[in-house]
């Protein structure tokens, strides 16, 4: 998380703006800060709301966790992040859209990508009747022996 506390430059604006206008999306004040945070060094990510916020913080950005939350879920509705649900009330927001598994480390409540190819599906089930699998996203959870 400490990659998103990085001074922001005219190309992190410029990576920001066009993630923005290419998802359709107006590059508000706030938005365009927050893109920043996001994937403004090119890099993903995998933020809650809070940590989003406090590096917003940190960078001097004024800006609620309302609007935080609220701008995660737009950036979402628009499909160029996707929530990632861990224990029902903790959520994770990531910036990498392609299809691809997670661990989740206990003893941090930190998200990371998994490996490619750490969960391998030999055999699927068959969808209920009058339904189909429309995606299947795994997160391994961990935490440290001992």
């Not at 941090?108 to 969808?127: K, R, S």
């Given at each position: 998380m400490t990659d998103m506390h990085a001074k922001r430059s005219g190309d992190s604006t410029r990576l920001a703006s066009a993630w923005l206008v290419n998802a359709g999306l107006r590059p508000t004040r706030q938005r365009l800060a927050l893109a920043e945070l996001l994937v403004g060094d090119g890099q993903n990510r995998h933020v809650s709301a809070e940590s989003l916020y406090e590096a917003a913080q940190d960078s001097e950005t004024p800006v609620s966790l309302a609007t935080v939350y609220n701008t995660l879920r737009t950036f979402c509705d628009v499909g160029i992040m996707r929530e990632i649900a861990i224990e029902g009330t903790r959520s994770y927001f990531d910036t990498r859209m392609d299809a691809h598994d997670h661990?989740?480390?206990?003893?941090?409540?930190?998200?990371?990508?998994?490996?490619?190819?750490?969960?391998?599906?030999?055999?699927?089930?068959?969808?209920?009747?009058?339904?189909?699998?429309?995606?299947?996203?795994?997160?391994?959870?961990?935490?440290?022996?001992?």
């Open positions: 661990y989740f480390w206990e003893d941090e409540n930190l998200l990371t990508d998994a490996p490619a190819g750490a969960v391998q599906i030999h055999q699927m089930m068959d969808a209920p009747a009058g339904t189909e699998i429309a995606k299947i996203e795994v997160v391994i959870r961990l935490r440290r022996k001992g």
